[in-house]
């Protein structure tokens, strides 16, 4: 019998959630960075064995929204309560159990399993971790608790191993040689914005978006032109830098990344536009990908 299901990760910024999606699907599907508000949208990772399927969802982290763009955000965490087959909660040693009530009300009332991921135990010790365990098993009585440490790779596995032992019985949804949902033009976009993530300081990173305005491919080689767009002029001067060299080093960096990631030489040009207060125009997110199917 054939077992498929949708394996949803949810949980507050800066936990860990992408670096573990990217260990369970065994690819680099989302981009992770040590910076908060990282993942934007939802983005799954299918992991395929001759008798079962598992559609991994990493999700942005639950905050409480300050403009559009995170409330689209926080709809497309909330989404991944209603659609899960099993639930990944992630936490770390750090967050404190009863941050961010409202959304863990919402985790206790769903009806599928539960598995609650304590990640970052590297940074702690045995007593620490099982006072707070205990704290996590009053917060959510229904869910099993795994700990981990993502950095250090410890503990993926036993998750692997318990998804697939509560996936339901049910055919593929997917192709099974399909490894997402996203287009290849969302990589793209995904792996120039977590260069900048990386290179940049204070609100250029949130400022940013990446739109691909051309994917040419052919045997051997990809031309991509991407447009950065952020939302004022001072922005542009710095994510350009002195004599173009900080975007000329987001260039290398992504088309070094793209040259691995779809195993063909990459010619990539990058241009910044000022698109004032993107984040929040209803037209401009949809136009983006921010719009709930």
């Avoid at 739109?211 to 491919?217: D, H, I, M, P, S």
């Amino acid at each position: 019998m054939h077992k498929a299901g949708f394996v949803n990760i949810v949980g507050n910024p800066n936990v860990g959630k992408s670096t573990l999606m990217n260990l369970l699907v065994g690819e680099h599907i989302s981009i992770a960075t040590f910076k908060a508000q990282t993942t934007r949208h939802r983005i799954m990772g299918i992991v395929n064995t001759e008798d079962s399927q598992i559609v991994f969802s990493d999700t942005p982290g639950v905050l409480k929204p300050n403009y559009k763009l995170q409330e689209s955000m926080l709809a497309f965490s909330e989404s991944a309560l209603v659609d899960a087959d099993v639930l990944l909660y992630m936490t770390d040693v750090i967050e404190k159990a009863d941050k961010n009530q409202d959304f863990l009300d919402k985790v206790r009332k769903i009806k599928v399993p539960v598995l609650l991921i304590i990640n970052k135990i590297d940074l702690t010790d045995q007593p620490a971790l099982e006072k707070l365990v205990q704290q996590w098993h009053e917060q959510l009585p229904q869910a099993e608790i795994i700990p981990i440490s993502a950095a250090n790779q410890f503990g993926v596995n036993a998750i692997l191993k318990r998804v697939n032992e509560l996936l339901p019985d049910c055919p593929p949804y997917f192709d099974k040689d399909q490894l997402t949902d996203k287009p290849a033009r969302f990589f793209v976009s995904e792996i120039v914005r977590e260069k900048i993530l990386l290179h940049y300081d204070k609100e250029i990173p949130y400022s940013v978006e990446v739109a691909v305005e051309q994917f040419k491919e052919n045997r051997s080689r990809i031309l991509i032109n991407c447009v950065i767009y952020v939302e004022r002029e001072s922005q542009k001067g710095i994510l350009i830098g002195h004599e173009g060299q900080a975007l000329k080093r987001v260039a290398v960096e992504a088309r070094t990344d793209l040259e691995k990631f779809f195993g063909k030489k990459i010619f990539m040009e990058l241009f910044v536009k000022v698109d004032k207060d993107w984040r929040s125009s209803d037209r401009e997110l949809r136009n983006f990908g921010y719009e709930q199917d």
